[in-house]
């Protein structure tokens, strides 16, 4: 059974940075997209960034220019670097792999707040 394990959420205050993490228990490398997705109270869940094996990426409009996804297949870790936080990105941040049937973390608490 692969897992996903998240960590680096907290609380920020607006216009700060956090990098969230990733550490999955097998090579990333079997998963053909990994990706971050968000999810606020009373919200669904939402992509906020994905990448795929050869290394394309795709982000959410929202987080365009200020989130970077970053994969490391050493480590076997896949990293969400945020920029200038915004209060409404407030969210349970989840990571996601997908490889026939999808895994999800159990997610990491990102506050932004003054």
């Known amino acids: 059974q692969v897992q996903l394990v998240e960590s680096g959420g907290g609380l920020v205050q607006p216009g700060g940075s956090l990098r969230l993490s990733c550490a999955a228990s097998a090579r990333i490398s079997r998963f053909h997209t990994m990706g971050w997705y968000r999810q606020a109270p009373g919200k669904q869940r939402e992509l906020v960034a994905t990448t795929a094996t050869f290394g394309s990426t795709m982000y959410a409009d929202s987080g365009k220019g200020r989130i970077t996804i970053s994969r490391d297949s050493a480590k076997n870790t896949v990293d969400l670097q945020m920029d200038s936080l915004k209060p409404e990105e407030t969210a349970d941040y989840y990571c996601?792999?997908?490889?026939?049937?999808?895994?999800w973390g159990q997610g990491t608490q990102v506050t932004v707040s003054s």
């Open positions: 996601n792999g997908s490889a026939g049937e999808g895994y």
